[in-house]
């Protein structure tokens, strides 16, 4: 059974950073892309960014890019989100997800993957 906690998130003030990190547990880390996605009250799950099993390859929205970092570690079994300049439009629900039985491809389809995690709540203030 793979599981995925999240943590990390808070509050914090519009142009800050957070770093949110998902530890993984279950199954063989190292063969799974991870991504995150986010929902935000009233709105659905978006894709925020995703990355391959190495970490060679990473993939933004266009709304994130340049802001945020993806990055993984496979001897941590952890894959982390380093978001910078944060905007009040990135408060939401911070889901990290597992592509489990799909190819090393950094999918941003939200039905690629196969298990999330509970989420961790980003809230953004003036």
């Known amino acids: 059974q793979v599981q995925l906690v999240e943590s990390g998130g808070g509050l914090v003030q519009t142009g800050g950073s957070l770093r949110l990190s998902c530890v993984v547990s279950g199954g063989t880390f190292s063969r799974y892309a991870m991504a995150w996605f986010r929902q935000a009250p009233g709105k659905e799950r978006e894709f925020v960014s995703a990355?391959?099993?190495?970490?060679?390859?990473?993939y933004y929205a266009d709304s994130v890019k340049d802001r945020f970092t993806i990055s993984r570690s496979n001897d941590e079994n952890t894959v982390h989100l380093q978001m910078d300049s944060l905007k009040h439009e990135d408060a939401a629900v911070y889901y990290c997800a597992a592509d489990v039985y799909g190819s090393d491809y950094e999918s941003d389809f939200i039905g690629a993957y196969d298990y999330w995690g509970q989420g961790t709540q980003v809230t953004v203030s003036s």
């Open positions: 990355i391959s099993w190495s970490g060679a390859n990473e």
